[in-house]
């Protein structure tokens, strides 16, 4: 039987993680996968492709914890070199993989490339490691288990690109390291719009305190997600335990912003919602020139419910495809409730959709006035006879690019309460008949 | 005079980073602006809310250098320790910084949000420490320099919200970090579309040598960069140096394939190109679902060129708002080089615009068929008296999100092709009069 995993760390190895020249992705994404797993995580270290400080790293994360999980650094090239420094450590010699080599050399008769002789160096694996097969690239995976000075130690060695990374975690390392975990997390998100993180934090204070569950908030652009935690020896346990703090904070004050459990984001929600319900939607943007149409077609099969787009930028195009009235954009401004309650009637008309969604608005950095500075956004919501509108104001010390975020994730908000999913969000709107 | 830096940690702390909640984007950000420093960086370590853990790897790290960045950890709520800790390393008090309490008692009034007991923690500062007073937020930076056992220590602590560590770094801890370094690096982008990886690193083999100037490719979904960098000790010899490789490069037989210097991306050539040539824009998108608009108008100013877009996410779209003939839907398919053709050319013309800019494609994860996969996509330019089409053959294995974006970006080389200012790409077209 495998020895279980108390405590790891990820070391990622990488000079161009020093260099800031990529983002290291594959620390969130071993990270999430570990805690999944309930294996607590005390770091994440990233050095750069120097043996003398890798090796430092290595010694360092096992005086901490029993378990080490290495990213990066098994290419063909001289200064990938994480196999050999880990190997070091645990005193393994390196040994030829038979299955590997051959891998490696279909590998470049399929993709048509010349191979050169250092990719052999790839299959080259600790004796009596575990060899995790790469479907997907030219490095294998390796999993460690062996007694250092007394102590069993772990180590799993994954290569650096997430498109091998991915797969591989979920087809080999993820059963191998569920063998060696005591426990699950199960976590499950309360999704909340119209609040902020501060409100939340204060509402949630002696919550917060508890070990598990654990209740955490994380606000970004406009929404906030509390996440409950729970950690039982089994799945069903730790999911017992989360749902019941959810229900809890359900009918809690909290409850009223509360506009999904685990489903994600805004776009996700309201898709699904709509699915459920059998209605279609279109959108006209102004501000968000785009943003929130593609946000709604990143959700996969989201061709059921989307009709489509418009993105009238100028005013001559909120008239001639959304027939704004001139009078209107006159009188009242392209920035204005009117004429986001015009856009939103015109998309559905447009499309014959049963909901039609807008936005208009200053997202900056120039354009603003003292009645209508940067970060004004109006946004609308057309449904059955009516059209609701609701006037933001996005502190103007925000980017562009998160006013335009801010402003759609608000209208997935405002569309929620629309269909009558969000208690708190009904307020404050201007309401047309239209 | 300020005390030289010899080299740096980075230590970014949240819980959420080690349950892999959110991608670490700031220590790939901070890398690359102490890189361009030339101050070297050792370490990156990420670690939770637990001051006992954090405790630990600060001293770790002033064991290997005389310099820590850190990051988060700075806000309102009781998990929030990173000043609190850091002050304990050098041994300072906190103080109220009258300044910074008086930013977040007015950041919460024009926010016009309910300002919390908890957010004066964020104007309390280590004694004798710089402030860093933050424009964006409410959590000012700061920067200590202090003898720690006999040795001049720096700290520097930083919010961890990308929107206020940003603008924070480039207006006030570059030049503070700037005076305390021993150079600088300039850096220039050439900015090529058309081209792969690996043939670019073929035709620099030589170049990436040297080490000073470096030149090093960067490709990412659909094009690549190659960033020349120089170091030297002021900025005007190490801009020459760098400037006198890259037009180096632009006579090699690389600047076929060029279509910007430090133009950031080709949604920002393409726009500033058609503001010189006074030429307007309109787009239809089916696969790529409103990003194609969303990158245009994520260029400040893109209105005076940016006239409007088209989401037609279903055939009934496509016909109505764009005129593409139910002929053409039946005998060629939604997803062709002559749906697409109708596409631009209908686009443009419901807009009066010059150019006309459509993709047709299949993002996945589902759709693809034999003949056409998934990553099939079709990108079309009508300018003048032609449509100029090309299929993309994304490989399948990209996720939607990666699909979507190569085909946008292939679509922005393709229109700077078209309008002659890359001189490598209207190969392998197909192309109609209309």
Known sequence: MAEKIR??????????LLLGDIVNTNAA???????????????ETSVGDNPERLKAAIADAYSRVDTVIFCGGLGPTDDDLTKETVSEYFGLGLELNAEAEERIVKFFETVCRHMTVNNIKQAMIPSGATVFQNDFGTAPGIGIERTVGGEIK????????PSELHPLWESKVEPYLAERS????????????GIGESAVGEMMKERMKSDNPTVAPYCNEGECRLRVSAFAPDYAKADEMSRAVVDEIKSTELGDYIYGID???GEKALVAELRAEKLTLAVAESCTGGLLAKRITDVPGCSD???GGFV?????????LLGVSADTLDKFDAVSAETAAEMAAGARRALGADMGLSTTGIAGPGGGTAEKPVGTVFVAVSYKDKVYVRRLRISPTKTREQIRSIAATSLFGLSMAVLGKLRAS?????????
Do not use: W
């Open 7 to 16: 405590a790891a760390e990820i070391i990622c190895v990488g000079t161009e």
């Open 29 to 43: 994404y071993i990270s999430g996968k570990l805690a999944k797993l309930g294996i607590p995580v005390y770091r």
């Open 154 to 161: 772990q180590a799993v060695l994954l290569p650096g690109p």
């Open 182 to 193: 005591n426990g699950i997390i199960v976590s499950h998100n309360i999704h909340l719009i």
């Open 263 to 265: 489903c994600e984001n």
């Open 305 to 307: 419910v989307f009709l």
């Open 312 to 320: 009238t930028y100028c005013n001559d195009a909120k008239m001639k």
């Open 426 to 434: 009904l307020q404050d709107l201007t309401v047309f008949n239209m």
